[in-house]
């Protein structure tokens, strides 16, 4: 249940970018022409009704302006890639901890020996190749965007070295940032959970996962103050003795003398502390839906 | 007028990101509170409206899900103030090599002898420390994106050190991006034109700047490859012999049979070859002006 | 024993670095003085012998040439020490893996119920914040390189931007990979190692950690191909029903056929599969206490 | 004169960086050889033997350690790669600030009509395309420097990300930094310098370019306030009135009074105002020389 209130995130995550995207695309995707010196002089008085004509036929939209050495909209397009590939970087991390051998609540990729993931020099190991090279996709299209930014300062109606790494840098930024995108896919798309070292991993903790329902309960008796310092105090017993914070909660004075045994028992149950965790899912699973689905680019 | 069109340009560029910066402001600056899961569980069935409840309060928009560890609102921020830095950059770039010692068409600054751009060593050198400035802040700006980028891809519900890294990039983001459009204000404020030295620059091509007219009127008779090779041809005699092109155009035997003296200067009429530039230059004022003054912030 | 190599490893890397930057600093701290042009021109038939007093009056080399607009010295020391950033961010990543809750072999910070590392929401939890700040610091440094590299791209004699972004960028490079040092020697002074449940993390394996040593000793009866095979299966059939691998390797028909019971308790006897180890550990720690303790800067 | 004593500037600046390249050559290309955890375990006791060896083969160093996770050295190859990306847009920077049309003081690239710098919309401009190549290859050079940076901080033995991304990076850095070193070479192969033009531009400063000779001759007499403050004022007439600052500077009483005629003669004699640029010139020229010719790589 924890990890699906991860992944209605990681779902939330994606379908907001996916949507500005969609924004970004028709605002920036704009003919340009406008001539040596960015006045369509060489078309008389025919300029502008040629450059709408162009973009017409092109299927782009029509700039106010020339925007030759004006390079804001591939900035645009720069930071909007680059805010996936980071996106992107983010679920393929949290897929990766997820996949170490010492956690091991999932992991990735062809299930069988010769699977992608093996180690060459460790044949036990899984490794989550899908994850790692999503986050070297994503390292890489981020490195592009201060490139393509910088390269936004161009001079006069003609750059000396800005446009021309835009012609090697917006490729890159595009081919490493939709490898992201399939590589996190390919990711999520094999990804198998482990519930059951899901639970163990939780039970590592000695129930002190449940330290903030505890002071949650205890608050309206004793103050936020002293509720933390109580907390605090039994979390370090419980963590000392490797006891469950339950038990050690139940034998604390202090605690008993304003929880009862049943109040108690409510704020361990794990099951009820899921919060708007439900509410949070269904949103995430709503508004994927309600993207309307994409005609091809013409 | 040359330079009349350009700042029409950094007019069009300095709204459009304007008009994008006040979009994204309403886009990202959304409340954030999960509690310590991201599930709002220690407020029970309350968390959604507590959420709604502080959101309100603090005149910022409610977000579907908690994000804490999400941070593509924050990369939005960055990108968004990447590209506003380096038009900023690209500005000052072009008032910087307008200011050059050789060039001379605009100067910027204190005209006085204290005046903040007087060079140290070089009384007479006028330097550009509005636009320098501004470049500097520009280039300082563009080098917190890629940081605060990287710093979206955080792990799990908690980061370590993306998040951390965050709060030093993301005030520099905005102190340096800031300090780029103030320096470009600046530098605005007091530009100077040299008129003059505009046109006596402009004569230097020996009418060299004329040669796409020339091209453009002898397409239809010569067809476009060999109007090309013809230009190219006098453009190169014109520079060779420091003779300005409309007399080398004149004793040119191709050209002279396809354009009457009339024909030609028609084409070598400077005034005449302006193109939309007036359009753009009302289209640039009239979009500056359509922006609605905001109200300040809360 | 596993993470005393890594220590090694870390005292290793950590004594490369401070070497190369004592080197670093003999290079590149040279005097700069050139009059307004970089001629020295202003000081008449004296200038060399000017250059040459300064430089001793400050300490500082003499350069063949004067190199006001030359930064190749910055961007050595830009480089070296977004080298050291880098380095800090390793080892500060280890520290963080292995403090996670469900790795715990170490821990840093104060003990007490004070400790910097007290997480506010959740009161059981010991976060790196020594490591996690460290990692920070690396990210802000490593983003200040590539400013730095681009300022070297510095117009003629005096630059318009480049330099004046260097007065930003060279003092936050210093502050930030000087905060990385601190917060690493920090997180490595506070250092407590869980022996216990290091082991208890390597029994999590089944033995699957000695697959690459049973490869070895199948090597030479099966060659490479088919021992990496064998080493294959057993090791799925140990993590499937999740036995131990020595016990699956002992009911191997094949494995049985060539490695005899005492041939393959050698083979799972993990402290003599510890191959250089030590030889490396002595080394790390003979060439950092080689390391002339350096005179104080003048 | 003044651009021998740039190129002098230049040529030192790719001494000193080819110098530091071979150095970082042999202290960077080591043998990696370590196992699946870097133990060198699988070998047995002759792992250091069978390191050596190895490296002997492969014409390599020897490491004092396996270095698998620890980037360092790769991390060196990136900084001084990306210094000499940073040079070398520092040259063409030079380059194409020299040859735009108002400076016109150099020119590169094929002369005739199909030269590569030919623009296609204006067959008057000779664009200078070597020196723009190399500002773009310079640009995405320094580009992957963070990149592989931040790529050494690797996760354990065994990175999730950052050595996948340095499979990308390091290629891209070596190619985009020998282009830039490759286009410089082709700009400077085909250099042609107008020494007329370049002595029109030093005329158009109405001998302002002497302001700092006046200032050095007349600080002994005026103090170094005053003697500013003087030449400050005669600079400003020289050029608000357009007129030589020698004559405003003669016609001026306070100079007048402490610089005889000869005395002013000598001060703007610029022939003589050259300073040690002679000596800077021999000694760049001395140290390229001195550069023992290298082998080629095994």
């Not at 105090?233 to 604390?252: E, F, I």
Request: hydrophobic letters at 45%.
């Amino acid at each position: 249940m924890r990890h699906t209130g991860k992944a209605a995130r990681w779902l939330a995550l994606s379908t907001r970018l996916a949507t500005r995207l969609r924004t970004l695309q028709q605002q920036v995707v704009v003919v340009q022409l406008g001539g040596a010196a960015g006045t369509l002089a060489a078309l008389g008085k025919e300029g502008l009704r040629v450059m709408e004509m162009l973009a017409h036929d092109l299927g782009l939209g029509v700039p106010d302006l020339p925007w030759h050495a004006e390079r804001d909209r591939i900035g645009e397009v720069a930071a909007g890639l680059g805010v996936v590939a980071g996106a992107m970087g983010k679920i393929a991390t949290d897929i990766a901890l997820l996949a170490q051998t010492e956690v091991g609540e999932v992991s990735t990729g062809a299930a069988g020996a010769g699977g992608s993931g093996r180690s060459s020099a460790m044949p036990h190991k899984r490794n989550p190749v899908e994850a790692t090279t999503a986050l070297a996709c994503s390292r890489m299209a981020i490195g592009t965007v201060p490139v393509i930014l910088g390269a936004g300062v161009q001079e006069h109606e003609r750059a000396t070295g800005g446009w021309q790494a835009e012609w090697q840098a917006v490729p890159e930024l595009f081919r490493f940032t939709s490898g992201a995108v399939q590589w996190v896919l390919r990711a999520l798309s094999s990804l198998q959970v482990d519930a059951e070292r899901m639970q163990a991993n939780l039970n590592l903790t000695h129930g002190l996962i449940m330290a903030e329902a505890l002071t949650t309960a205890l608050v309206p008796h004793l103050g936020r103050s002293e509720a933390f310092r109580a907390v605090q105090r039994v979390s370090d017993r419980a963590a000392q003795t490797r006891t469950n914070l339950r038990d050690v909660a139940a034998a604390d004075a202090q605690i008993r003398a304003v929880l009862s045994p049943q109040a108690l028992e409510r704020v361990f149950d794990v099951s009820a502390y899921l919060g708007s965790t439900d509410t949070f899912i269904d949103r995430a699973l709503a508004d994927f839906r309600s993207m309307r689905p994409q005609a091809p680019a013409r």
